[in-house]
């Protein structure tokens, strides 16, 4: 077998056994998204600044980085580890993902987290534009501070702390299940779970490209971003 057989015969085989196991090709590195991605793994990604990504059903084996005033839809999608925010428009997590480490939005805009299991923390500080959880299973906290465009929290499963303080208007919320404390302006938060909404309809974007980057309070507990450039 020539050398450029053996290649071509490893990448099939590559891809079967992607395929049996739920995903796509695998692309190997970090990667940029702008536009839609599908099931395919990838390490680290990134949505770079003004970008829009909308991803469904891809496998992140490392973290997601959305960069200042991008935007993300991840539809079913499995992340290894974080999905960090800074200076984003927006970042909405929808029914059907899985999160490995946390979710963490800081000075950004909106965002909507609906039926996602999160074995960290889901954390919102000091954002500008409205906030939703909605039927979530957080394996840690569920922390909002200092939000001023509105914060709903609703019919959660939380391991962890509720912990909400400084945000202006006061968060609105109900039918949480919390493990640990429900503390200041989520005080009351509790309740029964309630029936999830069903999966909101994904939106057309156009096609992504990927593309290897150029280089490489009392109660507040807020974990630091790992932002990777």
């Not at 960069?67 to 290894?80: I, K, P, Q, R, S």
């Not at 000075?107 to 299991?117: F, P, Y």
């Not at 409205?130 to 391991?159: K, M």
């Amino acid at each position: 077998m020539s050398r450029r057989s053996g290649q071509m015969a490893a990448w099939v085989c590559v891809a079967l056994l992607a395929a049996l196991w739920g995903y796509g090709p695998v692309l190997a590195d970090d990667y940029y998204c702008s536009g839609d991605l599908g099931a395919v793994t990838v390490d680290n990604l990134y949505v770079p600044d003004n970008a829009t990504c909308t991803l469904n059903g891809t496998r992140v084996e490392g973290n997601v980085f959305v960069e200042t005033n991008a935007t993300l839809h991840a539809y079913d999608v499995f992340v290894d580890g974080n999905i960090q925010a800074q200076d984003a428009a927006r970042v909405n997590v929808y029914p059907g993902s899985f999160v490995g480490g946390n979710i963490q939005v800081f000075a950004s805009g909106a965002s909507d987290i609906q039926a996602v299991t999160i074995d960290g923390d889901l954390q919102w500080d000091d954002n500008t534009a409205f906030l939703s959880a909605d039927g979530n299973t957080i394996g840690g906290n569920l922390q909002a501070f200092q939000n001023t465009g509105g914060v709903d929290i609703t019919n959660n499963v939380i391991d962890g702390d509720l912990q909400c303080q400084a945000n202006v208007p006061s968060p609105t919320g109900g039918g949480n299940t919390v493990e640990g404390d429900m503390e200041d302006q989520c005080a009351d938060f509790g309740g029964g779970v309630t029936p999830v909404p069903p999966t909101p309809t994904q939106e057309a974007s156009p096609t992504a490209t990927a593309t290897t980057p150029p280089g490489n309070g009392p109660y507040r507990i807020t974990l630091p971003l790992i932002w990777r450039r």
